[in-house]
C-alpha cells in the first residue's frame, strides 16, 4: 500500500503560474489603472468651468471603470500567483502616469489632462500587450476589454476640446 498522505498535503498543482517577467508586466498596468482612478478623482474634485458637471459626472464614469479594470486585474495577477502590489508608495513609485497639478483646474485643461493620462494608460498596455498575449492570452483578452473602454474615454473627453472640421485631435506624446 502506498502512503499518499504527504501528497494529499500539498494540494493540486496550479495550471499555470506567472513567470517574473510576466508578473512585472501585468504590475505595470496594475499600478497605472490605480494612479488613474486617484488622478482621475483629482480632477473630478478640482475642475471648475464651462461644461463643468458634464465634464464632473463623466469623471466619475472614468473612475469608476479604473478602478474597476485595476480590481479585475489584480484577481487575474491572484489567480496566476501574483502578488498584486496596489500601496500609495508603489504607485507613486511605478506609474508612468505624469502627476495631476493640484489645485482647481479650469474644464479644459483637465480636458486635455485626462486624455493625456487615459493614452498613457493605453501606451503601457499596447506596450506590454504582445509578451503578455504570448505569456498568457487570457489576460491579454482583460486587455482588449480595458483599451476598448480607455479609447472610447479618450475619444469622448477629447472632443470637449474640439471644433468640427477645424481642429484634429491634440496629438499625444508617448
Known amino acids: 500500500m502506498t502512503d499518499t498522505s504527504s501528497s494529499r498535503l500539498a494540494g493540486p498543482k496550479p495550471?499555470?503560474?506567472?513567470?517574473?517577467?510576466?508578473?512585472?508586466?501585468?504590475?505595470?498596468?496594475?499600478?497605472?489603472?490605480?494612479?488613474?482612478h486617484i488622478q482621475g478623482k483629482q480632477a473630478h474634485w478640482n475642475v471648475v468651468g464651462r461644461n463643468f458637471r458634464d465634464l464632473h459626472l463623466q469623471l466619475d464614469e472614468i473612475i469608476?471603470?479604473?478602478?474597476?479594470f485595476s480590481d479585475d486585474l489584480a484577481e487575474r495577477m491572484r489567480a496566476l500567483y501574483v502578488t498584486p502590489d496596489g500601496r500609495a508608495a508603489a504607485v507613486a513609485e511605478q506609474s508612468s502616469l505624469p502627476a495631476f497639478p493640484s489645485g482647481e483646474v479650469d474644464t479644459s485643461?483637465?480636458?486635455?489632462?485626462?486624455?493625456?493620462?487615459?493614452?498613457?494608460v493605453c501606451g503601457t498596455i499596447r506596450e506590454v500587450h504582445d509578451a503578455v498575449d504570448e505569456a498568457d492570452p487570457t489576460t491579454a483578452d482583460l486587455f482588449h476589454s480595458f483599451l476598448e473602454k480607455l479609447e472610447q474615454f479618450a475619444w469622448m473627453v477629447g472632443a470637449e476640446n474640439r471644433v468640427a472640421e477645424k481642429?484634429?485631435?491634440?496629438?499625444?506624446?508617448e
Do not use: C, K, N, W
Not at 501585468?26 to 494612479?35: C, K, M, S, T
Not at 469608476?64 to 474597476?68: C, I, M, Q, S
Not at 481642429?167 to 506624446?173: L, S
Open 167 to 173: 481642429t484634429e485631435p491634440r496629438p499625444v506624446h
Open 64 to 68: 469608476e471603470a479604473a478602478r474597476t
Open 109 to 120: 485643461e483637465t480636458v486635455d489632462l485626462i486624455v493625456e493620462r487615459l493614452y498613457a
Open 15 to 36: 495550471a499555470f503560474r506567472a513567470s517574473e517577467e510576466l508578473a512585472g508586466r501585468l504590475q505595470r498596468v496594475h499600478v497605472d489603472l490605480i494612479d488613474l
